[in-house]
């Protein structure tokens, strides 16, 4: 069975996360998504790892699921298309690390991915001798990420380490800011326990692939959600057996059970291109380079996005042959999409998020909708609009404004509203 997967998530505990983000919306929204396997985020905090003891229960295979007496009173809540949708939980946290290494400053983020509870156990133990725990859900940490890696590993060589997002300038493995140009300058001699690597928003597959030292490892993605509305916004594909040692595995060896990804349009990422937010600057790297890296309205160093970045690391053309990679699917959240349609900015409004709802009740989870139901069958459902979106949406036919500095980039369907209102005239006449 083909699970998809989002193991980068936080909990309420972590900054700047909503309060809906515990294990009852977590699995609430994870069904409305279509998504199977789920990481609990933030495992290292002493509460959330209480209410994870609280009111998750052992299921198959090593994995975790929502106990009846939480999950009952969610799926009334549900539409009776994605009730039945599976979820399971695996313990994982996003730690930061800043540290001093080769004569740099490194701030770099991770993720953890424990077996079980009894792993998550000891990892903590471990680690509340180095930092404040209850601190912050994605705790910071004193320690070089190598430590990191062999902590984890002593404590139990069945979890998986992945370096978070690592083009991202801040806190990226290979970001412009503090990262480094090679695994092997941050892992030494651990580096072959490196498997994988997630993109981030703001890179996808294609762009990992044009980096010869990142052949061998899993190239992955997650939603790194702070609301449990955000979850899937990028996920994993794993062909396995529903089990944490099938699942992980695939991300340890990178063999065909690692079937793919799902991705944000790179462009949507907030750190894609180079700029400096706060003189409304956005660069390519060619008008960086033509600009000494300096803003020209402050004179201020730009903040070298991922594009540009990932660029100085490759070694390989943009054009490098992608017949033998894994799969990659791009899509535009649902209500995203809907909110377009609607000429309205917000996603949260009433009258789409009715819309949303009533999509999903008549068609299913959000990533089938996305995905796979066809598009004569969203058309009978009484979404014509919708089904002209999706149509242009899994074809790449999208309009695309990169994102830089912070700041979220955009991808629309129409390239104006003269298009769309055009379009929804031509639809009215039918």
């Given amino acids: 069975m083909e699970h998809v997967v989002d193991l980068h998530i936080h909990s309420h505990f972590s900054r700047a996360t909503s309060k809906d983000c515990d294990f009852d919306h977590l699995y609430y929204w994870g069904k409305l998504k279509g998504i199977h396997i789920i990481g609990t985020g933030d495992f290292t905090h002493p509460e959330w790892f209480a209410e994870m003891c609280e009111k998750l229960e052992p299921a198959e295979g090593n994995l975790y699921k929502l106990k009846a007496e939480f999950a009952a009173p969610m799926d009334e809540l549900l539409p009776p298309s994605v009730r039945n949708n599976l979820i399971r939980f695996v313990p994982t946290v996003e730690i930061a690390t800043i540290y001093k290494k080769n004569d740099r400053v490194r701030k770099l983020h991770q993720l953890l991915v424990a077996p079980d509870f009894t792993a998550v156990s000891a990892i903590n133990t471990r680690l509340e001798r180095i930092g404040n725990l209850k601190a912050d859900g994605r705790p910071i940490l004193g320690l070089d990420s190598k430590e990191l890696l062999r902590t984890m590993l002593e404590c139990d060589e069945r979890a998986l380490y992945i370096p978070a997002h690592v083009w991202t300038p801040w806190f990226g493995l290979f970001g412009s800011k503090s990262g480094f140009d090679r695994l092997e300058d ?220 912070g700041v979220f980039g955009t991808i629309k369907i129409f390239k104006s509203h003269a298009d769309r209102h055009q379009t929804t005239s031509q639809l009215a006449l039918f």
């Fill in 186 to 405: 941050c892992y030494d001699e651990l580096t072959p326990h490196i498997t994988a690597i997630e993109t981030g928003l703001s890179s996808d597959p294609a762009m990992n692939w044009r980096v010869s030292q990142l052949d061998n490892l899993a190239i992955t993605s997650n939603s790194d959600a702070h609301s449990p509305q955000k979850l899937g916004r990028e996920a994993t594909l794993v062909r396995a057996e529903l089990s944490f040692a099938d699942i992980i595995g695939a991300y340890k060896t990178n063999d065909q059970r690692l079937a793919g990804t799902i991705e944000f349009f790179p462009e949507e990422g907030k750190y894609h291109a180079d700029g400096h937010r706060a003189c409304n600057v956005r660069f390519t790297p060619e008008q960086t380079a033509e600009h000494d890296g300096l803003c020209p309205a402050c004179s201020k160093p730009l903040v070298v996005g991922v594009e540009n970045r990932l660029a100085q690391v490759a070694d390989r053309a943009p054009d490098v042959a992608k017949s033998s990679r894994k799969r990659v699917e791009y899509i535009i959240p649902l209500a995203e999409i809907i909110a377009e349609l609607k000429g309205v900015s917000s996603t949260n409004g009433k009258a789409v998020q009715a819309e949303y709802h009533n999509v999903l009740a008549r068609l299913g989870d959000e990533f089938s909708v996305l995905r796979s139901v066809p598009i004569e069958a969203v058309h009978e459902a009484g979404f014509p609009l919708l089904a002209i979106a999706l149509e242009r949406m899994r074809s790449g036919n999208v309009v695309r404004d990169p994102g830089y500095d």
